[in-house]
């Protein structure tokens, strides 16, 4: 199936007589006619036995994500937080260290380089636009991964995935790209040599704010028996001496991770949640084909005000990372555009508080339009090197264009620039 398709029949489909709707399994826990029953799903927990891990409608929403990124399985997480991080424990421990871009979300950077340091796993910042000799020469002996944004957020460079996947796998080792922005429907970064992909689906995915969520995607590509995760290729004590290799082959990553760290962490999003989750995921291919179309044009008026200093949206053909957008995003670039307004950030703040239209709110992809300064919220805790690093500065503001009629949207920009 194509991806219209996939949105909005897969993961889900109805018994004879059963609702059309895919519904909500409102429950903590299900029956079994007998004891051995329960057992066997510890064994092979192909049935969902217990919320905490596993819910039924989650678990449809989970096979739709995985059809969608072309993957074998994924697993919901309560955030893009949880996601993020689950992505790197399930490979790295104390001791440990992991390639990240710089250029990520200002949580995830304090995530990498604050909470996980504290568990003793190392992350390393590159330059997403080094070359690959100054790539390799980060790379230690005891790095575990390689990390990325397809779309960094507000910074909006665009991966170069075959360059880190070629980093990655030359090291033995596999590589995590953050999809938010980009979405399914823009690109699969599977199809260029990612491993795992991971998402905030409290963005474009749910659409419309209305609950806070993540997943990972496995693509099952990558070789966890080439002797650098011993965790998967010899038996877990913690979990009856099961090998996650030799049991679950392809899946081995996904199932240690829901088996490992779901279980013990208990970071799993409610049924309702993935039900809200799915109403987003059905209009996504529409919705995304609009976000870009509005896009294009508001970025367009943009680099035409003599009161913007500069325009980062990948989609505009003089924009430095339009080539990769081509590339990897064919279909268009999200409808986040990064500007710089003249005057700094007293100039910005005044802008943005006298938009009427757009609203100014912690959030970002939303189907309706919104700004945040990110240097005084989203990366409020980051030093000034880290902002400089993310690619922002003190003027930037970053705009998430909706689905309003885009005359209305660039009415209200045009009357918030008249007050700067």
């Given amino acids: 199936m194509r991806d219209e398709t996939i949105c909005l029949h897969a993961g889900y489909e109805p018994e004879d007589g059963g609702p059309g709707v895919m519904p909500i399994v409102q429950s903590t826990t299900y029956r079994f006619e007998s004891t051995e029953h329960i057992g066997d799903l510890f064994n092979m927990p192909t049935e969902c036995m217990y919320s905490r891990f596993a819910n039924p409608t989650v678990d449809a929403v989970e096979k739709k994500i995985a059809e969608l990124e072309g993957g074998v399985a994924a697993m919901c997480t309560s955030s893009g937080q949880a996601a993020s991080c689950f992505s790197i424990l399930n490979l790295c421990s104390a001791g440990d260290s992991f390639i990240s871009t710089s250029t990520i979300y200002g949580g ?20 997403s636009d080094a070359s690959y000799e100054e790539l390799q020469a980060a790379v230690k002996p005891n790095t575990k991964a390689v990390f990325g944004e397809t779309l960094a957020n507000p910074a909006l460079s665009v991966l170069d995935i075959e360059k880190f996947a070629a980093l990655a796998h030359n090291n033995g080792i596999p590589l995590i790209v953050d999809n938010t922005f980009a979405t399914p429907i823009l690109c699969k970064p599977f199809e260029f040599g990612a491993d795992i992909v991971i998402h905030s689906t409290s963005k474009y995915m749910d659409g419309h704010a209305l609950q806070i969520g993540g997943v990972i995607v496995d693509s099952g590509n990558f070789d966890w028996a080439n002797g650098k995760f011993p965790e998967f290729t010899e038996p877990d004590e913690s979990y009856h001496g099961i090998v996650y290799t030799e049991t679950f082959d392809k899946m081995a990553y996904i199932v240690k991770a829901r088996m490992q760290l779901m279980r013990d962490l208990g970071a799993y999003p409610a049924a309702h949640s993935a039900f809200l989750l799915n109403l987003g995921l059905e209009t996504l291919p529409i919705r995304m084909q609009r976000y870009c179309e509005n896009a294009v044009k508001v970025a367009e008026y943009f680099k035409n005000s003599d009161k913007i200093e500069s325009v980062t949206y990948p989609g505009l053909e003089d924009d430095k990372y339009n080539g990769l957008a ?5 279909k268009g670039t999200s409808g986040v555009i990064s500007i710089v307004i003249k005057g700094g950030k007293d100039a910005a703040i005044r802008f943005m508080d006298n938009l009427k239209l757009a609203k100014k709110e912690v959030h970002v992809a939303d189907i309706r339009t919104c700004v945040l300064h990110p240097a005084s919220a989203t990366h409020r805790q980051l030093t000034d090197e880290q902002l400089i690093a993310c690619g922002i500065e003190p003027g930037l503001i970053r705009f998430s264009v909706g689905l309003e009629n885009v005359d209305d949207i660039i009415s209200d920009i045009e009357q918030g620039l008249g007050r700067v």
């Fill in 326 to 330: 081509k590339k990897y995003l064919p």
């Fill in 108 to 127: 995830t950077v304090n995530l990498f380089a604050v909470t996980l340091k504290k568990l003793g796993i190392e992350c390393i910042f590159v330059d």
